[in-house]
């Protein structure tokens, strides 16, 4: 008697590749800072995150800045002046509350130990509309007993189990001078050692890095002991800034400083934003673009960097990325910053430990509220809470499986754990060449890239499926969830109606969506003609 077996798992008539893919893109998003993780409609859009992008981590600013009320000098004067306290207390209460509704929504915190307390800062009101004190301490220890009691306070209330769990960064962005630290590199590194002996002699097993660097750049302005504009000239009146050096910033140097003192560097942290703002001979700043390839090619350094220092099993964890470093640039709002997202992630899925968006909602105010519901903010989701297309994308890469059966230029097949397929193709126009979609500063800015072209044809066939199964296919595109071109066509109101909330979040939504069916044979057949910049998602329909 024969037996009936199933056909093998092909795709288009290969067996598969069957190679992990790490979802790099869900390990950890941003947020703007602690105080702003306060409110419903943060808490709102973080357990949306979670839920439907696969989310697992959070990492913010302004732990310990005066808004949170953990480092206490005096008892608050309110309407008469305040009185000192005999000695400095911390209180936790606000803190708590953020990260109690973090591990609820099912994350956890990538712990970032920063900003300083008016209290301990040498320079107060330095950034910000909040006015963050991004400064060295006036007295170290006072800064190692916060960071020790604050540690050692989680550690009481969740758990020496979970909070091994947390990655403990040091700082941000200490190169960017006098903005996020107005001391000196040594000055920066001193504070990491101080923090990273803090840490480990609470328990060794905790996870500390740095150091958190903005950007690669191209010159030597970040080779000293502050930010010199003065050597930012060639590159600023570059004609082919792609053709430059571009290299890390402060990462060699604090791992010849840890490994000359001993110290533990658990991981390497940096931004990659895929742009650089250079002053010209004239002191005018400029903006500057780099190739759609940007991404992946300072992964790589950086991978080259750690293999051959003293730290090679050091993780590397990129805490900020998104096509640009600004809240007003109205590419965040688009189709296709959508689709330059996902090119760029699904490239570099094996290149790091984790690749944090910059963030996950515009609920966030280093310059204060954004002006109109779209106003070109981080987020995957706008103040509302719509969608905006970027969101369609993450929930994409979150239904991918863990298997890669087939990747190429376009997109990605995989085997989920159900042994079903999802995938994700898009279309980066192959006239955009080596070119990133750039910034706007205006949402009319962004229709130069709306003529891009041609057309692509996704043809692919995977055999070994069930038959019979439904698949969904869902295509963003520039008519199909294109909610920030429906707002411009309103006229772009500042303050939107409740209607008008609804008709954009209906229209955020409105994807083209159809149905695959898995023949008798167990073949799944796709064969779909993408516009330019779509994003298309394949997968199994629930039961």
């Known amino acids: 008697m024969s037996v009936e077996t199933s056909p093998a798992f092909t795709v288009d008539g290969r067996s598969a590749a069957e190679t992990p893919l790490h979802h790099v893109w869900s390990v950890c998003v941003g947020a703007g800072r602690a105080n702003e993780a306060l409110r419903a409609d943060w808490q709102s859009h973080f357990r949306e995150a979670v839920g439907t992008l696969g989310a697992r981590y959070v990492r913010f600013h302004g ?318 989701v706008n103040e509302q809470g719509i969608h905006k297309p970027t969101f369609h994308a993450m929930a994409a890469l979150n239904r991918l499986g863990d298997r890669i059966a087939l990747q190429t230029d376009h997109g990605i097949i995989t085997r989920t754990a159900e042994d079903a397929v999802a995938a994700v193709f898009f279309n980066y126009p192959d006239s955009m060449g080596t070119r990133s979609v750039g910034g706007a500063t205006r949402y009319a800015q962004t229709h130069r890239l709306a003529g891009e072209g041609p057309a692509r044809r996704i043809a692919h066939s995977v055999t070994g499926l069930v038959p019979g199964d439904l698949y969904t296919v869902e295509i963003l595109d520039q008519e199909h969830g294109n909610v920030a071109e429906a707002w411009h066509e309103l006229g772009e109101p500042l303050n939107l109606s409740r209607q008008q909330v609804a008709d954009l979040t209906a229209i955020a939504d409105g994807l083209d969506r159809r149905s695959l069916t898995v023949g008798a044979d167990g073949v799944l057949g796709i064969d779909i003609t993408l516009a330019p910049w779509a994003v298309m998602s394949i997968s199994r329909t629930n039961p």
């Open 63 to 380: 732990l310990f800045h005066d808004d949170m009320f953990v480092y206490r000098a005096s008892n608050g004067g309110g309407f008469g002046p305040p009185t000192p306290l005999e000695r400095p207390v911390y209180t936790f209460a606000y803190v708590d509350k953020v990260f109690d509704a973090i591990l609820a929504a099912g994350a956890r915190p990538f712990v970032e130990l920063g900003f300083m307390p008016r209290e301990l800062a040498t320079q107060t009101e330095t950034l910000f509309w909040w006015k963050a004190h991004c400064s060295p301490p006036t007295d170290m220890g006072a800064w190692v007993d916060l960071v020790t009691a604050t540690v050692e306070h989680w550690i009481e209330r969740y758990g020496i189990d979970e909070v091994r769990t947390w990655p403990f960064e040091v700082w941000n962005e200490p190169n960017l001078v006098p903005h996020f630290w107005t001391g000196t590199r040594t000055e920066y590194f001193q504070l990491y050692e101080a923090t990273a002996k803090a840490l480990k002699a609470i328990d060794p097993e905790l996870k500390v890095g740095g150091p958190s660097s903005s950007v690669f750049v191209p010159d030597s302005r970040y080779d000293g002991e502050y930010h010199d504009r003065s050597v930012e000239a060639a590159t600023a009146e570059a004609a082919d800034p792609d053709a430059l050096p571009w290299k890390p910033v402060w990462i060699h140097e604090l791992i010849a400083y840890c490994a000359e003192r001993g110290l533990p560097l658990d991981f390497l942290s940096t931004h990659l934003y895929p742009t650089d703002y250079a002053f010209d001979t004239q002191g005018v700043g400029q903006s500057i673009s780099r190739d759609r390839d940007a991404t992946r090619s300072d992964l790589e350094v950086m991978r080259r960097v750690i293999a051959d220092s003293p730290y090679p099993e050091a993780e590397l964890h990129v805490t900020e990325w998104s096509t640009s470093p600004s809240s007003r640039d109205h590419m965040h709002d688009t189709v296709y910053a959508a689709t330059y997202i996902a090119r760029a992630l699904l490239q570099c899925h094996s290149l790091a430990d984790s690749i944090s968006y910059w963030t996950f909602t515009d609920v966030f105010e280093e310059g204060g509220g954004g002006i109109g519901p779209f106003h070109g903010g981080f987020g995957f």
